[in-house]
Nanobody, 126 residues
Framework: QVQLVESGGGLVQAGGSLRLSCATS????????TGWFRQAPGKEREFVAA????????YYADSVKGRFTISRDNAKNTVYLQMNSLKPEDTAVYYC???????????????????WGQGTQVTVSS
């Protein structure tokens, strides 16, 4: 019922920036919280950032605080992840997900996602 399509990934040098987009279609009237998760080779999928439908609540993993900014434009049905000061350890496939509105940082988990995008590759070279 909800389709999520990520874009904006690519190859950047350490210290560079990328902006990921998550375009939503389908059941767009559902007031989902939208999150970003990432998965690096050999590692489990981990939480990156999330934002409530209203934009009033934002959540960040400690590893990206101060470097990444999540935002959304509901008129465009799009959530963004601005990634600055990228590090090689940020290299991963980044996925956006529709999460329950009630989710909090304490309960944040990819297993609670209702819908997923296909992911976009981010590679940061040193």
């Amino acid at each position: 019922q909800v389709q999520l399509v990520e874009s904006g990934g690519g190859l950047v040098q350490a210290g560079g920036s990328l902006r990921l987009s998550c375009a939503t279609s389908g059941r767009t009237f559902s007031r989902y919280t939208t999150g970003w998760f990432r998965q690096a080779p050999g590692k489990e999928r981990e939480f990156v950032a999330a934002i409530s439908w209203s934009g009033g609540s934002v959540y960040y993993a400690d590893s990206v605080k101060g470097r990444f900014t999540i935002s959304r434009d509901n008129a465009k049905n799009t959530v963004y992840l601005q990634m600055n000061s990228l590090k090689p350890e940020d290299t991963a496939v980044y996925y956006c997900a529709a999460l329950p509105r009630s989710i909090t940082l304490a309960t944040m988990s990819w297993t609670k996602a209702d819908y997923w995008g296909q992911g976009t590759q981010v590679t940061v070279s040193s």
